[in-house]
Each structure stands twice: as C-alpha cells, then as structure tokens.
C-alpha cells in the first residue's frame, strides 16, 4: 500500500491516526528537557510519508513571478549561511480532544502534547530569495509577487484529492531576515528524518505548525495567497455560532500566528496523590515571537494564583528580552506547592503583549477544533 513505506517510530508515542500518521509523545516526556527529542517530537501528516532516495538529484523548483524559473539543489542551500533556530512548532489542534468535550469539533484528537521545541538547522528564505534577486523586507515584487507559496512532494488522499500539502506566507515575512523563516535540513544537529520533512522543509516560527512545510518540492513566488485545501478550508478561526450548517470560508483570515498558551505536563487530568509537596510544571509559549511575561498557578481552580518560576536553560531564569531567550521557543515553568486535600490545579501564561488565555473552552470553541488555548486545568485526588 501507500503507506508501506513509514518509517519507524519511537513505542511510547499515542498514536492518535495510523494512517496517515499522526502522534504525541506523553505529556508527562514532553516538559522534561528544553529541546524535545526527535524520537519523541509530534508527528502531523496527512498522507503516506513520501521516500526521497537520490539526494543528488533531488531539488526544489522556484518559480512563478520570477525572472527566470531556477532549480535548487541541497549543494546549493548548505552553500547559503546556515542558522540554528530553536523554535517551538505547535500543531493548530493541539488540546483538540478537550474542546470535543464541550461539543463536537472534526479533526485529529490530539491531546497536550501536539507541540515540541527544536533547534532547527538551514538556510534563511530570506537569503535563498536574494540570491533569486529579490531582495531583503521586500512587500510586493515588480511582476505583483506578494506570497511565497511552499508545496510539498507528498500526497493528500482526502483533503487535496491526492495532491500535494501546500501553504504560503506573505512576501514580507518571507524577505526578513528577523523572521528566521528556515529552509530547514537539520533538527537538533542531525539531519531531519523521514518523519519530520526529510531532505528539506519550511520552518515559519511563531506561526501555528500547519504553515511548515515539510518535503518542500517548489517554491512560487505568487500574487495571491496560497488557494490550497489548509489554507483557505481548514485552519481558520470561527465564532462559537459557526457550524458545518452555515460555514463560509472565504469570511475569514487563514490562521498564522497562534495566541498565548500554557499547559501542565507533570499531570494527567486526573491525577492521584498523597497529600503533600508537588512540582507542578509544564510548558508556556507564544506566537508571534512574543516572550511569556508570566505562567500562573492555581491550587483551588482559578480563585487564587501564584506565579510559576520559567526558564528556557536548565537554572537560568528566564528574561523575555529577545537578547538573552529564544524568543521562538517555549519557556518551561514549574511552582512546588503543598496540597492537602483534592482540588483542581489551574496554569494560565501572560505573553509580552500581556495577552492572557481565555478562562473556559466554551468562550473560543470552533468547529474546527483548533486554538484551544483555555486555561489548562488538572484535577488531583489526594489519597492516604
Ligand atoms: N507538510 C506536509 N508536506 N504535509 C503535512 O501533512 N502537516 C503540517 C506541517 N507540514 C504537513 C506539513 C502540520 S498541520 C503540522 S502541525 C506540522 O507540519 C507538523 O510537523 P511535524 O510532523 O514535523 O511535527
Ligand atoms: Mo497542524
């Protein structure tokens, strides 16, 4: 079959969807190291993991409103100057299964763990797209280029009728450097895998996952924004009133940037314990490149808060100075409190643009099922 080919993965991840693949790792794996590893990263698809054999050979067209149409090489983007960017890439349907909960939403479930922070090794769009001659913080070219559009090799069975993964990004994020937009060959200093774009893909920090493209086979430079299946009938946010019944797509924005977020990961949602001194910790990120100002705690479901210690290095507290963080990536928190009696614990995280995560699912629930931002919430059963 199509799907005869996947390459191997890690046993301790809940596979949410065979085929195509879909997995996290569990929670409580994800909030133990700053950098998740390979093995344990999420894996998003939407069809049969494409093989990629002669890497000679294997190129990415770039074309559209362009001079002429060139073909790049993997020589020629490990010739262009190589970043390491530590970014954090979310999955738009991460927490998808609790937002179900309050009403049914389509899509993959997914629990906390839709999300993973890596080093990203490449070359900047930026550079690759000066070197084609267009140059730096560039809105529109001379032929009406205003979009960069990323296609993949691969094959979307149901969503594109077996064609290709595709999404773009306005031309001004494309063309500037500060973006830290990627053509991305290694994820924590080895070689991507198979699973996560092998030999090359997209990474578009602080933008919601669905944006990155993996397996990149050409690169249009276009007038119009991406017309593809997720970028204008998947991934987009509705009102709470919108419902498969009265959905138009073409009123609203294709979904970048995603909003503040913070989940505790040394829980389950509910959780046994004795009574006495806990760690609660987890992850807090937001979109955009905005630091995290703050994560609170709740002991006694939301009415009294305290605030969680961050960090991005292991024992360095963590400033939201863009000089000193990584401001793509998550900031780790953790608070140790003492909990006599069973209770529900509470995080919520306050972003540089003190941006705060909205209290109940109930207030952002979209029939997608996407951005479930809510305050994150546990329920420990304290035992003797
Ligand atoms: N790129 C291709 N070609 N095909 C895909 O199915 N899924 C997207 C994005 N890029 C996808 C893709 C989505 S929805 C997400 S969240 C991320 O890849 C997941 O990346 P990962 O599997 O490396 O974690
Ligand atoms: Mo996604």
């Known amino acids: 079959s199509d799907y005869s080919q996947e390459p191997p993965r890690h046993p301790s991840l809940q596979i949410n969807s065979k085929v195509p693949f ?15 590893p390979v093995d344990l990263f999420y894996k998003r698809n939407h069809g049969p ?5 002669d890497i000679e050979r294997y190129c990415v067209d770039i074309c559209g409103l362009i001079g002429t149409p060139k073909k790049l090489y993997m020589r020629d983007v490990r010739m262009l100057p190589k ?22 939403v389509r899509g993959v479930g997914w629990d906390v763990s839709a999300i993973g922070n890596a080093v990203w090794g490449g070359a ?3 550079d690759l797209l000066e070197l084609i001659g267009i140059p730096k913080l560039t809105c529109s070219t001379q ?53 996560h774009g092998y030999p090359l893909r997209v990474i578009v920090p602080g933008v919601i996952g669905a944006r990155s493209v993996k397996w990149l086979d050409s690169i249009n430079i276009i007038a119009e924004e991406c017309q593809g299946f997720f970028m204008q009938k998947d991934y987009k946010m509705f009102p709470p009133s919108v419902d498969w019944d009265n959905i138009n797509w073409s ?60 960090s991005q290095k292991t024992g360095v507290p963590y400033i939201a100075d863009h000089v000193s963080s990584d401001k793509w990536a998550w900031v780790l928190f953790e608070v140790t409190v003492d909990i006599p009696y069973s209770t529900e614990i509470v995080a919520k995280a306050v972003d540089s643009a003190a941006n705060v995560q909205p209290e109940n699912v109930q207030d952002i629930w979209n029939l997608r099922g996407i951005l479930n931002t809510s305050w994150h919430r546990v329920q420990v059963r304290v035992g003797h």
């Open 22 to 36: 879909n997995a996290e790792p569990p929670r409580s794996a994800l909030a133990s190291s700053y950098v998740t």
């Open 49 to 53: 993991i494409p093989v990629v054999d």
């Open 83 to 104: 970043y390491n960017v530590t970014a954090t890439l979310q999955c738009a349907g991460n927490r998808r299964t609790a937002m179900s909960k309050t009403r049914k």
């Open 124 to 126: 900047k769009l930026a």
């Open 143 to 195: 032929s009406g280029g205003k979009h960069v559009e990323f296609v993949s090799i691969d094959k979307c069975k149901v969503e594109e009728n077996g064609g290709p993964y595709k999404a773009s990004i306005p031309l001004s994020q494309a063309t500037n450097p500060e973006a830290d937009v990627l053509l991305a060959y290694e994820m924590n200093g080895e070689p991507l895998n198979r699973d």
């Open 251 to 310: 009123t609203r924005r294709p979904q970048m940037d995603f909003p503040v977020q913070s989940v505790i990961c040394s829980l389950e949602d509910v959780q046994s314990i004795k009574p006495g001194k806990v760690t609660i910790s987890g992850y807090a990120v937001s979109g955009g490149g905005r630091g995290i100002e703050r994560v609170d705690v709740s002991i006694d479901g939301g009415k009294t808060w305290l605030e969680a210690s961050r």
